[in-house]
């Protein structure tokens, strides 16, 4: 089984930034996508960002030039640098992992319990 434990959200003031973490631990055989995903309320779950086991990106266009997505392998570990935020930021953000238990395993998906981020003056 795989555990993903996120830290990192909080209240920040419209244009300021937070920097989210999300480390994946447990029965880890290999980790391909992992990602950032946010929920508003009275909104659908969408995705912000993605990185690829190599390193390859993809972003919302309403993120794009203000987040960056980035991980650590050695740590199994991804990162959401969120830079100028604004209020339509605000919502829960979920770690998301797709990842193998073992060599012989299946691909899944792994998710984060959610951390909140509010952008409020």
């Known amino acids: 089984q795989v555990q993903l434990v996120e830290s990192g959200g909080g209240l920040v003031q419209p244009g300021g930034s937070l920097r989210l973490s999300c480390a994946a631990s447990?029965?880890?055989?290999?980790?391909?996508?992992m990602a950032w995903y946010r929920q508003a309320p009275g909104k659908q779950r969408e995705l912000v960002a993605i990185?690829?086991?190599?390193?390859?990106?993809n972003y919302i266009d309403s993120v794009k030039g203000r987040f960056t997505i980035s991980r650590d392998n050695a740590k199994n570990t991804v990162y959401l640098q969120m830079n100028s935020l604004n209020s339509e930021d605000t919502a829960a953000y979920y770690c998301n992992v797709r990842g193998k238990s073992t060599p012989w395993g299946v691909e899944r998906n792994y998710w984060g319990q959610g951390t909140q981020v509010t952008v409020s003056s």
């Open positions: 990185i690829s086991s190599r390193g390859s990106t």
């Open positions: 447990g029965s880890i055989f290999s980790i391909s996508a």
